[in-house]
């Protein structure tokens, strides 16, 4: 079975840094398009970034752009997301998404197939 597994999240003082890794279970995803979104509580899951691994399009939410970077790593079937300057509003769970490729860089929950169990960001202040 497919099966995406994220790590790295935990707590971070604002102004911090963390790197979230999401590794997948078949090479088949090296040429997948990867997302990362967030869903804090109370909140809807919003979209984070996105990458289309074989056309190295990338795409980020106006609310970390210059913040986050998402970045692949072939060899060992894994996007990552750098997350820099950390503030309070980032606090949420962030899930890794997946999904065959396709034009563009989607985001929207809808547009992706594949799913990790989600990894805790808590961002104190």
Not at 11 to 34: D, E, K, P
Not at 61 to 82: E, H, M, P, Y
Not at 94 to 110: F, I, N, Q
Request: aromatic share 12%; glycine share 12%; net charge positive.
């Amino acid at each position: 079975q497919v099966q995406l597994v994220e790590s790295g999240g935990g707590l971070v003082q604002a102004g911090g840094s963390l790197r979230l890794s999401c590794a997948a279970s078949g090479r088949t995803f090296i040429s997948y398009t990867m997302g990362w979104f967030r869903q804090a509580p109370g909140k809807e899951r919003e979209f984070v970034a996105a990458t289309n691994w074989s056309g190295g399009t990338t795409y980020y939410a106006d609310s970390v752009k210059g913040r986050f970077t998402i970045s692949r790593d072939k060899a060992k079937i894994t996007v990552n997301l750098q997350m820099n300057s950390l503030k309070p509003e980032d606090t949420a769970v962030y899930y890794c998404a997946a999904v065959a490729p396709r034009r563009g860089v989607p985001t929207g929950t809808h547009d992706y197939d594949y799913w990790g169990q989600g990894t805790q960001v808590t961002v104190s202040s």
